[in-house]
Each structure stands twice: as structure tokens, then as C-alpha cells.
């Protein structure tokens, strides 16, 4: 029999048999009784966050693109069979002729208008993009739902389009991506390593010093607050340093003027005779590299009760030294007066014992350590080339941030103290220097290839390059070799000697940054348009439900905020049709990407009493949005006095 009658059928959805499966009419209806349940729609994320029982089953056997893109369909389809329900023509009141082409239905007061046509016209909006310049613009076409037509009920043909720069769905990794890195599956939030990460680094940026601890610690320091020790050490006593012979303490501070955070190494006790030291500081300023820490100034202070005088870096959270990573359970032993009586003495069969036992624990893989001698090397080259000298290659003064990434720190310092304001010429020992910085960069090498700092004494250096050749390829022990050996004549060594030595090997290390390049793109893209959607949903909650705008407590009551009301509950709490609340993401995300774009879609709004139903356009709801918001906006930036005598008037 519905084959009969079928023909005669108007192609809009019967709304008795979408609200309750059954219609009264029966079969001499004249509309379809195809209705499209919501438990048909899947989720789109996994199933232990955002998930509902009935559609559990459902989501199993789909990829999750499959799932995103048919999840989006089904939902605009839905919405739109229900704006063709319910729909009202503009054109009502001002074309009478038009009449003819609509259905008129009386329910409970309510009427409700139907148009017999199944496709919805192209609506085109011209949306003006200005660029970050402002100085050129784009018009960009905004198309809405085309040609919609349902074939069967387990069927859907959408020809929708949507501006790709406004509204966009992460479509997945790229497949090189999954062969390079291995990951297995699709995902839409960020790899959980890399938040972990840059949660930690966060957390440790935020923190703050206990001041019963550092009783003695300023508050202000020049333009820097918020001071807190970088060092264990600062807890007990202050501590001479290997590298620079004085008392230095490190610490974490505030710029007040910026906000930015930075570094300071505090020189104790130090007193600085001419001020034509501080040239060198801004050589070291100019010298902007990826793999050295930056000097932005320094400045003496008496703001911890003595003259000293303090360096302002970069600041890195989280990073560490070489020292702490990698050679940290070798360092006590350095001491050779030590009162251990275990403890290994100088030059002696014991000590190389030792050695060979800590290498054989296991040594650093070739390819990392080549990755480091390629950063370090590229950070002695820029130095190098501003006509300046490190002075200061050592364990301690090499910062591992993430990934590996190595940073050369403490920059200038040596200058600052060794500035010699009575030579004529500052600059004659920096070819010296830079052959230290040679030799310094040898050792380096060679410490972290043997897992010891014992590697670098004089008795040990045979040994030390016997483990190198037995762990590490002849390239690198001519390295090593080239660096600890001193000049013949009057021929330097150079920095750009090394790069033949490092050969294909720095292809390597480039492929592989640039893929790492790749996979944080990647990372960003799955986060591309949270902030966006999250602005959208910061502007929609200071409207809805206001108390009180300018003394009017019924403000968000009424007008465009009503609407913005029963939209929020049609994007948050749906509900299914047994009353179960329905929680999917992708509708969500869906609604208020539609929202932002002024789509032309529309959608039945239905208040809480069920007693107001209301169909609206996305692009109607973004006009109340940006109306009502512009409105909170003017009384925020309202001046008191005007806001007294608005409300003396309303009294």
C-alpha cells in the first residue's frame, strides 16, 4: 500500500512519525514516514570519553574519519529535515502570490508552515578576510547546503560545502608521518608525551620560592621579581664554581617590564672597575643562535647586600645540564683528596679499572652523540664568527632541553671578568681562546663517549680512545684525535675544519629535524581550532544566563539572548528519544563551527516547557551573539558616572 501512495507524498518528513514513529494518518498521510533516529549517528572520539551505550555497537566497526564525516552529514540532515518542517517563509507577509506554494498546519496555537521543495537554493554571503597587514583583503564565497535529497532511510547524499579556511576537521596524520614515526591510529588531540612535556615545562616556569627557606632572597632585583633558585646547593651555603673560580648562584626571574621570564647568574662579591667591560656584553647580544643560550644583559646590583654584578639569559625550564644527564655518578670522584679510603686515587691501575668497568655499562649510541657534536659545532661556528670565544665549554655549562637539543650557556662571562680596560686591543687573545675552545670541545667528546669524566685525565687518555675504537667508528676517533692534538707550526686549528670530519652524517641530522618539523605540525593541526572554538564558547557563556546587565535582571531573558539560551541547551544537553542525555563532541564542535561561520543551516530550537518551538539560521544566531556581546562590551567600557545615571533613571 505505501507503494501506492507513495507518488502522492509531499518529500518533506512526516513530523508526528519523527517525534514518535507512528502517525495517526497512517498510510493516507501525505508526508514521508522516513525518519533518521539519533542513535544512528555515531561518535566521533573514543568511546571512554565522549560515548553513549546505544551507539557503542555502532562505533566499533567504523575509522574515526569515517565516523567524523558521516557523524556531521547526518546531523546537518537531521537539522535540515527539521527546518523544512517547520520552517517559515520571509515571504509570507510581502508576496501574496507565494502563498500558494506553502502548507499551512494549526498544532496546540502554534502554526506551522511547509514547502513542498526539497532543495534549498544556494544562499552566497561575501565575507571579508583582512589580512594581518590590513592592507589587502579577500572576498570569499560562502556557500551553504546544496541539493539535499534522502534516497532511502539507511542512505544519505550531501553535496554541502563549507569555506575550508573557516571550517575545518583534522583529517588525520600524513601517511609518511605514519611510516617515519610510527603511529598506529588516528587521533584528535595532541600526542600525550608532548602535553606531558609542556605541562612540566609549564609547571616549572610557574614556580615560586618559599620565602622560609630563602629568608635572604630580595624581591626585587633591578627590573626582575619573582626570584627563585635554580640550584640545591643555594639551600645550604653558596658554592665556588669549577668553571669561573668565584661564588655564583643561578636563578629564575620575572621581567617586570615584559612579563618574560629569564636566567640570572649572580656573580657574588664582584665589583666591576670600568664600565667599557660592558662592550662585550653587547657583542654578545648580536650573537642570535639556535643552539647558544642568549645574553640579553647585565648590570651590578646591591640588592643581595653585597656588590655583585648579574647576567640575564634565557631561560629554558626544565633543561639540564650534560653534566646531570649523562656524568653526574663520575663527578664525586674528581676529587682526589677525598676521605673515602675506597675512593680511586690519582694514577693509579685502580682508577683505570674503573674506566673500562663504567664504559662497559653502557655507552651513549653513536648517532646521538654525532647529533651532539653537530649542535655543539654549529654553536662554536656562529660564535666563532662574531670574532668571540666560548671560554666556557664545559659539562656544566651545556643545557639539554627538549629532544636533545643542546644549548651552549654562560656566554660572556669570562669576557666581563677578564676585561682588561688598559690593552689596547681586547680582541688580540680571542684566536687563543677559540683554540681552547677546540680542545674543550674534544674533551666534551670524549667524556661523553666514554661515560666518565675520569676519561679526561692524562694517564686515562690512552684507554679512554682504546673504548672509542671499540664503540664507535674511525671517523669519530679521528675527531676526537683532531681536537686534542695541538696546532703544528703556525697553522691553527679551525672550526670549519670539522665539517668534512662529520660528512653525510649532518644530512642525517638535518632529515631528521625536518621530520620532527613535520610531526609538530602535525601536533599543531589536531589543535588548530580549539582557541577559535573556545573564544566562540567564552563569548556564548558571558551572555547566557546573566543576572543582571545595566540593573535589567531580565536581560538575558529576552530578545537575541533567548535565543542564544535554547541554543546553548540544543548544542549541551540533548537528550535521546528516551530521555538519556546524549554526549557527542562532534555535535558540538559542529554547532559552533557553524555558528562562527553564519551558516546558512537552520535549526528547530524547542524551549524547556516545550511550550515555544523556534526555527532559526546559524547566521541569525552568530547576528544575536555578536549583537548581544558588542552590547556587554559598551557597558564594560562604560564610564561610572554613566552607568550611575542609568540607573538613577531606571529608579
Same mark, same amino acid.
Given at each position: 500500500?505505501?507503494?501506492?501512495?507513495?507518488?502522492?507524498?509531499?518529500?518533506?518528513?512526516?513530523?508526528?512519525?519523527?517525534?514518535?514513529?507512528?502517525?495517526?494518518?497512517?498510510?493516507?498521510?501525505?508526508?514521508?514516514?522516513?525518519?533518521?533516529?539519533?542513535?544512528?549517528?555515531?561518535?566521533?572520539?573514543?568511546?571512554?570519553?565522549?560515548?553513549?551505550?546505544?551507539?557503542?555497537?555502532?562505533?566499533?566497526?567504523?575509522?574515526?574519519?569515517?565516523?567524523?564525516?558521516?557523524?556531521?552529514?547526518?546531523?546537518?540532515?537531521?537539522?535540515?529535515?527539521?527546518?523544512?518542517?517547520?520552517?517559515?517563509?520571509?515571504?509570507?507577509?510581502?508576496?501574496?502570490?507565494?502563498?500558494?506554494?506553502?502548507?499551512?498546519?494549526?498544532?496546540?496555537?502554534?502554526?506551522?508552515?511547509?514547502?513542498?521543495?526539497?532543495?534549498?537554493?544556494?544562499? #552566497? %554571503?561575501?565575507?571579508?578576510?583582512?589580512?594581518?597587514?590590513?592592507?589587502?583583503?579577500?572576498?570569499?564565497?560562502?556557500?551553504?547546503?546544496?541539493? =539535499? =535529497?534522502?534516497?532511502?532511510?539507511?542512505?544519505?547524499?550531501?553535496?554541502?560545502?563549507?569555506? !575550508?579556511?573557516?571550517?575545518?576537521?583534522?583529517?588525520?596524520?600524513?601517511?609518511?608521518? /605514519?611510516?617515519?614515526?610510527?603511529?598506529?591510529?588516528?587521533?584528535?588531540?595532541?600526542?600525550?608525551?608532548?602535553?606531558?612535556?609542556?605541562?612540566? =615545562?609549564?609547571?616549572?616556569?610557574?614556580?615560586?620560592?618559599?620565602?622560609?627557606?630563602?629568608?635572604?632572597?630580595?624581591?626585587?632585583?633591578?627590573?626582575? #621579581? %619573582?626570584?627563585?633558585?635554580?640550584? +640545591?646547593?643555594?639551600?645550604?651555603?653558596?658554592?665556588?664554581? *669549577?668553571?669561573?673560580?668565584?661564588?655564583?648562584?643561578?636563578?629564575?626571574?620575572?621581567?617586570?617590564?615584559?612579563?618574560?621570564?629569564?636566567?640570572?647568574?649572580?656573580?657574588?662579591?664582584?665589583?666591576?672597575?670600568?664600565?667599557?667591560?660592558?662592550?662585550?656584553? %653587547?657583542?654578545?647580544?648580536?650573537?642570535?643562535?639556535?643552539?647558544?643560550?642568549?645574553? =640579553?644583559?647585565?648590570?651590578?646590583?646591591?640588592?643581595?647586600?653585597? #656588590?655583585?654584578?648579574?647576567?640575564?639569559?634565557?631561560?629554558?625550564?626544565?633543561?639540564?645540564?650534560?653534566?646531570?644527564?649523562?656524568?653526574?655518578?663520575?663527578?664525586?670522584?674528581?676529587?682526589?683528596?677525598?676521605?673515602?679510603?675506597?675512593?680511586?686515587?690519582?694514577?693509579?691501575?685502580?682508577? *683505570?679499572?674503573?674506566?673500562?668497568?663504567?664504559?662497559?655499562?653502557?655507552?651513549?649510541?653513536?648517532?646521538?652523540?654525532?647529533?651532539?657534536?653537530?649542535?655543539?659545532?654549529?654553536?662554536?661556528?656562529?660564535? #666563532?664568527?662574531?670574532?668571540?670565544?666560548?671560554?666556557?665549554?664545559?659539562?656544566?655549562?651545556?643545557?639539554?632541553?627538549?629532544?636533545?637539543?643542546?644549548?651552549?650557556?654562560?656566554?660572556?662571562?669570562?669576557?666581563?671578568?677578564?676585561?682588561?680596560?688598559?690593552?689596547? @686591543?681586547?680582541?688580540?687573545?680571542?684566536?687563543?681562546?677559540?683554540?681552547?675552545?677546540?680542545?674543550?670541545?674534544?674533551?666534551?667528546?670524549?667524556?661523553?663517549?666514554?661515560?666518565?669524566?675520569?676519561?679526561?685525565?692524562?694517564?686515562?687518555?690512552?684507554?679512554?680512545?682504546?673504548?672509542? $675504537?671499540?664503540?664507535?667508528?674511525?671517523?669519530?676517533?679521528?675527531?676526537?684525535?683532531?681536537?686534542? $692534538?695541538?696546532?703544528?707550526?703556525?697553522?691553527?686549528?679551525?672550526?670549519?675544519?670539522?665539517?668534512?670530519?662529520?660528512?653525510?652524517?649532518?644530512?642525517?641530522?638535518?632529515?631528521?629535524?625536518?621530520?620532527?618539523?613535520?610531526?609538530?605540525? &602535525?601536533? /599543531?593541526?589536531?589543535?588548530?581550532?580549539?582557541?577559535?572554538?573556545?573564544?566562540?564558547?567564552?563569548?556564548?557563556?558571558?551572555?547566557?544566563?546573566?543576572? %543582571?546587565? @545595566?540593573?535589567?535582571?531580565?536581560?538575558?531573558?529576552?530578545?537575541?539572548?533567548?535565543?542564544?539560551?535554547?541554543?546553548?541547551?540544543?548544542?549541551?544537553?540533548?537528550? +535521546?528519544?528516551?530521555?538519556?542525555?546524549?554526549?557527542?563532541?562532534?555535535?558540538?564542535?559542529?554547532?559552533?563551527?557553524?555558528?562562527?561561520?553564519?551558516?546558512?543551516?537552520?535549526?528547530?530550537?524547542?524551549?524547556? &516547557?516545550?511550550?515555544?518551538?523556534?526555527?532559526? $539560521?546559524?547566521?541569525?544566531?552568530?547576528?544575536?551573539?555578536?549583537?548581544?556581546? !558588542?552590547?556587554?562590551?559598551?557597558?564594560?567600557?562604560?564610564?561610572?558616572?554613566?552607568?550611575?545615571?542609568?540607573?538613577?533613571?531606571?529608579?
Amino acid at each position: 500500500m505505501d507503494d501506492v501512495v507513495s507518488h502522492s507524498r509531499k518529500p518533506v518528513v512526516c513530523r508526528y512519525f519523527a517525534a514518535s514513529g507512528t502517525c495517526f494518518y497512517g498510510n493516507d498521510c501525505q508526508f514521508l514516514h522516513n525518519s533518521i533516529p539519533r542513535s544512528s549517528i555515531s561518535p566521533t572520539f573514543p568511546i571512554h570519553l565522549f560515548s553513549s551505550p546505544s551507539r557503542s555497537a555502532n562505533s566499533t566497526t567504523a575509522s574515526i574519519s569515517t565516523e567524523l564525516s558521516l557523524s556531521i552529514i547526518e546531523i546537518k540532515d537531521e537539522c535540515m529535515h527539521k527546518a523544512q518542517e517547520l520552517s517559515i517563509s520571509p515571504d509570507i507577509q510581502t508576496a501574496g502570490e507565494s502563498n500558494s506554494s506553502l502548507f499551512e498546519e494549526n498544532v496546540g496555537g502554534t502554526t506551522y508552515y511547509y514547502t513542498p521543495e526539497d532543495d534549498i537554493k544556494p544562499n #552566497h %554571503e561575501d565575507l571579508t578576510i583582512q589580512n594581518h597587514g590590513g592592507q589587502a583583503t579577500d572576498k570569499i564565497a560562502h556557500t551553504a547546503v546544496l541539493s =539535499r =535529497r534522502i534516497q532511502s532511510p539507511n542512505q544519505l547524499v550531501s553535496t554541502s560545502q563549507q569555506p !575550508n579556511h573557516l571550517f575545518s576537521v583534522y583529517s588525520g596524520p600524513s601517511s609518511f608521518l /605514519l611510516s617515519c614515526t610510527g603511529q598506529q591510529r588516528s587521533s584528535f588531540f595532541m600526542n600525550e608525551d608532548i602535553r606531558a612535556d609542556l605541562i612540566q =615545562r609549564n609547571s616549572v616556569a610557574l614556580l615560586t620560592s618559599d620565602p622560609a627557606l630563602f629568608p635572604d632572597l630580595p624581591s626585587d632585583v633591578d627590573h626582575y #621579581h %619573582e626570584l627563585v633558585p635554580l640550584e +640545591t646547593h643555594t639551600l645550604n651555603q653558596a658554592v665556588k664554581s *669549577n668553571t669561573y673560580g668565584l661564588i655564583t648562584s643561578t636563578y629564575k626571574a620575572s621581567n617586570s617590564k615584559t612579563g618574560m621570564r629569564y636566567c640570572l647568574k649572580r656573580i657574588h662579591g664582584y665589583r666591576v672597575t670600568s664600565a667599557k667591560c660592558m662592550s662585550m656584553v %653587547e657583542l654578545w647580544r648580536k650573537v642570535q643562535q639556535c643552539h647558544l643560550v642568549t645574553l =640579553r644583559e647585565a648590570f651590578t646590583t646591591k640588592a643581595f647586600g653585597d #656588590h655583585s654584578i648579574v647576567f640575564a639569559y634565557d631561560y629554558y625550564p626544565g633543561a639540564e645540564t650534560l653534566l646531570t644527564k649523562y656524568l653526574a655518578s663520575t663527578a664525586p670522584h674528581l676529587d682526589p683528596f677525598s676521605s673515602d679510603p675506597s675512593a680511586p686515587r690519582p694514577y693509579t691501575m685502580q682508577k *683505570n679499572r674503573m674506566l673500562q668497568q663504567q664504559a662497559g655499562k653502557g655507552v651513549l649510541p653513536e648517532s646521538l652523540l654525532w647529533s651532539y657534536i653537530i649542535e655543539l659545532c654549529s654553536a662554536l661556528r656562529s660564535v #666563532h664568527s662574531a670574532g668571540l670565544a666560548v671560554r666556557a665549554l664545559d659539562p656544566s655549562k651545556v643545557l639539554v632541553t627538549s629532544r636533545g637539543r643542546l644549548r651552549l650557556c654562560g656566554g660572556g662571562i669570562f669576557d666581563v671578568l677578564t676585561y682588561d680596560s688598559s690593552s689596547s @686591543n681586547v680582541s688580540a687573545l680571542i684566536p687563543h681562546y677559540q683554540q681552547e675552545d677546540l680542545l674543550a670541545l674534544g674533551k666534551l667528546i670524549l667524556a661523553l663517549a666514554c661515560n666518565s669524566l675520569l676519561a679526561l685525565q692524562r694517564d686515562n687518555v690512552p684507554t679512554s680512545m682504546d673504548i672509542i $675504537s671499540k664503540n664507535y667508528s674511525s671517523d669519530l676517533r679521528n675527531l676526537v684525535m683532531y681536537l686534542l $692534538s695541538t696546532p703544528q707550526g703556525s697553522r691553527a686549528k679551525n672550526i670549519q675544519e670539522v665539517m668534512p670530519m662529520i660528512g653525510a652524517r649532518f644530512f642525517s641530522q638535518l632529515e631528521a629535524a625536518t621530520l620532527h618539523a613535520d610531526y609538530l605540525e &602535525d601536533q /599543531l593541526a589536531r589543535e588548530l581550532d580549539n582557541g577559535r572554538l573556545f573564544r566562540l564558547l567564552g563569548k556564548l557563556g558571558t551572555v547566557v544566563d546573566r543576572p %543582571e546587565l @545595566n540593573l535589567d535582571s531580565t536581560w538575558s531573558e529576552t530578545g537575541d539572548r533567548y535565543l542564544l539560551k535554547l541554543f546553548r541547551d540544543y548544542m549541551l544537553h540533548p537528550c +535521546t528519544d528516551d530521555g538519556r542525555p546524549w554526549v557527542d563532541l562532534a555535535h558540538i564542535v559542529a554547532c559552533l563551527n557553524r555558528l562562527d561561520t553564519a551558516s546558512q543551516d537552520k535549526i528547530c530550537l524547542t524551549s524547556r &516547557d516545550q511550550q515555544n518551538v523556534l526555527v532559526v $539560521s546559524y547566521a541569525e544566531l552568530h547576528q544575536c551573539l555578536e549583537t548581544s556581546f !558588542n552590547e556587554l562590551q559598551q557597558a564594560a567600557l562604560a564610564p561610572s558616572h554613566v552607568l550611575g545615571a542609568s540607573s538613577s533613571n531606571e529608579q
